[in-house]
């Protein structure tokens, strides 16, 4: 087990509405990435949390939008769901040294929340 | 945007033969990772590589850094039931948890 944990495990919502997906990281990181992944492909990345600031973000519209908390841990919020919105979220978290700073540290990734908009 | 290709997309081999697979990208990446993925689970890490022309090796994996820093290969040795799942590169430039991945490949061992 990684340490990084993700509410909730499952989750049904019906086009149009709106989701919240939360993540803790690991003990001691200060970063954390969250990767949308669908049925057969790998995870893209959506946005990076840095220090709670957004450090980076993927090909991912507006209503894409999230948060971090003074404790490291994460909210991933999509507004309007679509039914393309349907995939498993996972999240990783990794310690950073500053913004845009090379780093060679592992990411550790979260079990996912297996999101499916009807 | 950065893509990267991975092949092959399925294997079917039989306990005890080796396995290769490689990742090619139209970009450059200053790393080059490998991940494994079971069902229910996210990806963990295998091997990081991090400068051009790098070997490395983890066990019965053995993976390389393309010199073009443009591709990847990864090697399995003799396998065994528990290597089936789901093989996934990526390629990062800053730091990991910005890394673009390839589609996977999935791995079937018969015993």
């Known amino acids: 087990e990684t340490g990084v944990t993700q509410s909730p495990t499952h989750l049904i919502k019906t086009r149009g509405q709106q989701v919240t997906l939360r993540c803790s990281s690991q003990?001691?990181?200060?970063?954390v990435s969250w990767y949308q992944q669908a049925l057969g492909q790998g995870p893209q990345f959506i946005f990076q949390y840095y220090r709670e600031e957004e450090n980076g973000r993927g090909n991912f519209p507006p209503r894409f939008s999230g948060l971090q908390f003074p404790n490291y841990s994460s909210e991933l919020n999509v507004n309007a769901l679509e039914l393309d919105d349907s995939a498993l979220y996972l999240c990783a978290s990794h310690p950073l040294a500053g913004y845009n700073k090379f780093s060679t540290d592992t990411q550790y990734f979260g079990p996912g929340t297996r999101l499916t908009v009807l | 945007g950065q893509q990267l290709n991975q092949s092959p997309q399925s294997m079917f081999i039989q306990e005890g033969e080796d396995v290769s697979m490689n990742c090619t990208s139209s970009?450059?990446?200053?790393?080059w990772l490998w991940y494994k993925q079971d069902p229910g689970e996210g990806p963990v890490l295998l091997i990081a590589?991090?400068?051009?022309?790098e070997l490395t090796s983890n066990g019965r994996l053995t993976a390389q850094f393309g010199i073009t820093r443009k591709d990847s290969f990864l090697n399995i040795s003799a396998s065994i039931p528990s290597d089936v799942g789901i093989y996934f590169c990526?390629?990062?430039?800053?730091?990991?948890?910005?890394?673009?991945f390839g589609d996977g490949t999935t791995l079937t061992v018969k015993p």
């Open positions: 990526a390629g990062a430039n800053t730091n990991a948890g910005k890394s673009t």
């Open positions: 590589l991090y400068k051009a022309g």
């Open positions: 970009s450059i990446f200053n790393t």
């Open positions: 003990s001691g990181h200060n970063t």
